[in-house]
């Protein structure tokens, strides 16, 4: 996997101008804009509304979750996590592409909602 970083969610908006990720890896506190806002903010975009984005985060909390998949997260990692973790996680949303991979209790609750 190639890997493009970016410092904050405004450069990360700004990369997508640049290069069309397989994925988005993006942590929910960051400066200038919270990976809330940039989630939401990629999926109105039709050029990047399909790629898959995964939030990564030290709140594990079920409402911070739904709060991401109602931004249009396609998964959430919570930190801390490893290597192999990461990689396997990688796996399973890129083959899912753009598709939700939430338990299906989590999508449940988010229907209620």
């Given at each position: 996997?190639?890997?493009?970083?970016?410092?904050?969610?405004?450069?990360?908006?700004?990369?997508?101008?640049?290069?069309?990720?397989?994925?988005?890896?993006?942590?929910i506190t960051m400066p200038r804009m919270d990976g809330y806002q940039v989630?939401?903010?990629?999926?109105?975009?039709?050029?990047?509304?399909?790629?898959?984005?995964?939030?990564?985060?030290?709140?594990?909390?079920?409402?911070?979750?739904?709060?991401?998949?109602?931004?249009?997260?396609?998964g959430y990692i919570t930190k801390p996590f490893g290597p192999e973790t990461?990689?396997?996680?990688?796996?399973?949303?890129?083959?899912?592409?753009?598709?939700?991979?939430?338990?299906?209790e989590e999508t449940e609750v988010l229907m209620e909602v």
């Open positions: 996997h190639e890997v493009v970083c970016a410092v904050d969610g405004m450069d990360a908006l700004a990369k997508l101008n640049e290069v069309v990720p397989d994925l988005i890896l993006l942590d989630c939401k903010l990629v999926r109105s975009n039709p050029l990047t509304k399909d790629i898959p984005i995964v939030m990564i985060s030290g709140k594990d909390g079920f409402f911070d979750k739904v709060r991401g998949r109602m931004a249009g997260t396609t990461l990689m396997k996680a990688l796996d399973v949303y890129i083959k899912a592409g753009g598709e939700n991979v939430f338990s299906d």
